[in-house]
């Protein structure tokens, strides 16, 4: 289940300001990936019509944000999970995240798009102690 693509853009093309320790504040990254109905994971959920369970997309939220080099091996903190629309094998998926880091930890919110359109809104909290 991991993502193909990841690109790490800046808002408007300008870089963030540096926070404290030198690094951006903020920032935008985007990670697709294609499913196909022989994925394990999709065994049984549901038989005839197979749909991406919601754990899948709170995974793949959190394996760009790894692969954005946010959290650590340490906990991440699911604050805020809408799923919208289904997400079937054979879609195009697209996450669409800000990375925003302050005092306490970093935030993760993030877009899902499933062939352009809405499927979920997910947030996650990654704790200061966990990065």
């Known amino acids: 289940m991991m993502l193909t693509a990841l690109t790490v853009a ?37 038989p005839g019509l ?4 919601g754990f899948g997309l709170v995974q793949y939220v959190h394996e760009l944000a790894a692969a954005a080099a946010v959290p650590g091996p340490g906990r ?9 629309s ?16 302050d005092h306490d930890g970093a935030r993760v919110c993030a877009q899902v798009h499933a062939n352009d359109r809405l499927a979920a809104e997910i947030t996650l909290f990654y704790p200061r102690e966990a990065l």
């Open 10 to 46: 800046e808002p408007d093309g300008r870089p963030e300001p540096p926070g404290a320790a030198g690094e951006p504040v903020a920032r935008h990254v985007r990670g697709t990936v294609v499913l196909t109905a022989a994925e394990p994971f999709l065994r049984g959920h549901y």
């Open 86 to 101: 289904p997400v079937r094998p054979g879609d195009e998926i697209a996450v669409d995240a800000r990375i925003q880091r």
């Open 76 to 84: 991440a903190e699911l604050t805020r999970a809408r799923f919208l």
């Open 50 to 53: 197979p749909v991406v369970p």
